[in-house]
Structure formats: C-alpha cells, structure tokens
C-alpha cells in the first residue's frame, strides 16, 4: 500500500494532515495512537469508506479513488462501530454477502460452514445478528471481511468490548491468516496487544505519522512500544492526580 499526501479536514479540525506511508504486504500492520489521532480517518480513507480532501491512494498497485469497486474487490473491511442487517441470521448475512460478491452458491455455502465453526459460531447461526452479542458481532463481521479471501485485511479496534475467549479466536484466525502471506493492517491504542500480535508499527499523532517500520525499530532502547509511544506522542503524564487530594481515603 502507498499513501501520498493524504489530507482531510472536518470544519476548521484537521483529521489528517499529509500522511505519507508505504505499508509492506504480507505483514501484521498495527497503526497505533491516542484517541482523536486520525486512526479511523486513515482508514476509512485508505478503505475508500471517506472521500480525503487530497492526496493518493494505492493499494496492490490500484488507485482507491479511481478504481474503486477492484480495489474494494481485493479488501476486507472491519469498520468501528459495524453496523450488519440486524433482521437476517448469521448464517443468512454470510449468505447474503458471498453472494453479493459474486462466489457460487455452493462455495458461499463450503466456506459460510468453516467460518462459522472456526469462529465458533455455529450454535448462534440461525439466531437474528439483532440477538448477538458484540463478541458474536464483532466475529460475525469478520467472517464476512474474510469470505471473498482478501488480500488485504483492514480491522479498526476489532478487540475493543470483546471477552477473553472471542479475543483469542479472533487472534488465532489472524494469525493463520497472516502466515498464509496476506496483510493485515488494524488500529488500536492497547500497545500490549500491538506489541503481541504486529511485526511492523506506524505511529499517529494529531492526524500526522511519528513514527514507522519494523516492530523493533520502532521500539528502539524502550522498554516496551508502550514506553517508545509515549515518547513518540510526547505524553510527559498527568499531573492531575496530583491535585486531586481530596479524592480516595474516605475523605468527603
């Protein structure tokens, strides 16, 4: 993936200001940052889900704004804030969705069966999405991203509110899905799970790029990517805590 000169503005706030960023394929991408960074934006833009105010796109050597429906072709799309068709089951969403992408029916149906079952689904698939839980959601559209086997996976905070177990499902399809040489790229703020899942980093500060490349470099001499973040985004801590002294203790 090539980004060049992205831009993209709501009112007078600047989102995302010139982002330059080649992203290596066949690699676990984190694109990590506080909140309000320009996560979402990115990839919303990158994904060809926001129209940027200038700048350009490439994904597997296509442009994204010029030729959309080949790019989305070759893309998974995990959004923030999923929104599915709440009055079909699970079953009948993946069904819908294979083949809107034009599978056959019979190969919606092989590959529907397996994600159900890896994602362990299977027990809720004739249940309405309307009745899921927002793990059961979250693995439910991941299904549907992974469906058409895309070259390209990209997941904005696909952990956040996910229990334990439906967090280590997810990570282990991943994985899988990784080291059969796709790309991965998912946004988050938990550098703990970052530094767990990605083998290469791109930091993002106030809609601009800090820092990129290989997990390690990025890391540097910190004791942890939570430590070289921190410093990346100039978080010096807060002192708030100092002032609160009527706070904790009992103390009305």
């Known amino acids: 993936m090539r ?7 709501f009112g007078e706030q600047v989102a995302v200001a010139g982002i330059d960023l080649d992203l290596p394929a066949g690699h676990f991408i984190g694109l990590v940052g506080p909140n309000g960074a320009g996560k979402t934006t990115t990839l919303s833009m990158i994904t060809g ?11 597997a050597g296509r442009d994204v704004w010029r030729d959309p429906m080949d790019v ?3 893309i998974g799309v995990l959004p923030e804030g999923l929104r599915l068709f709440e009055r ?3 079953r009948e969403l993946l069904t819908y969705l294979g083949r809107l992408r ?38 439910t559209g991941l299904a549907a991203a992974l469906l058409h086997n895309p070259e390209v996976l990209f997941l904005d905070e696909p952990f956040e509110g996910v229990d334990p177990v439906s967090t280590q499902t997810i990570r282990t399809v ?25 083998d290469w980093v791109a930091v993002i500060a106030a809609g601009r790029i800090r ?17 070289a973040f921190l410093e990346l985004v100039g978080a010096r801590g807060n002192p708030a805590g100092q002032q609160l002294d009527w706070l904790g203790g009992g103390a009305r």
């Not at 980004?3 to 503005?9: D, V, Y």
């Not at 919606?108 to 890896?118: F, P």
């Not at 991943?174 to 990605?198: D, I, K, N, R």
């Not at 820092?211 to 430590?227: I, K, M």
């Open 49 to 59: 889900l926001l129209r940027p105010d200038g700048g350009q796109v490439e994904v």
């Open 174 to 198: 991943l994985e899988h899905y990784t080291a059969s040489g796709a790309t991965v790229v998912f946004s988050s703020h938990v550098m703990e799970l970052v530094e767990s899942l990605c």
């Open 3 to 9: 980004i060049r000169g992205l831009w993209k503005r």
């Open 211 to 227: 820092a990129h490349g290989p997990l390690a470099e990025v890391r540097g001499n910190a004791a942890s990517l939570q430590a």
């Open 88 to 90: 079909l089951s699970g």
């Open 102 to 139: 034009g599978l056959p029916a019979a190969e919606v149906d092989r590959r529907t069966d397996q994600l159900l079952d890896v994602l362990d689904l299977s027990a809720a698939q004739h249940k309405l999405v309307v009745d899921y839980s927002t793990g059961m959601r979250k693995k």
């Open 72 to 74: 989305k072709s070759r």
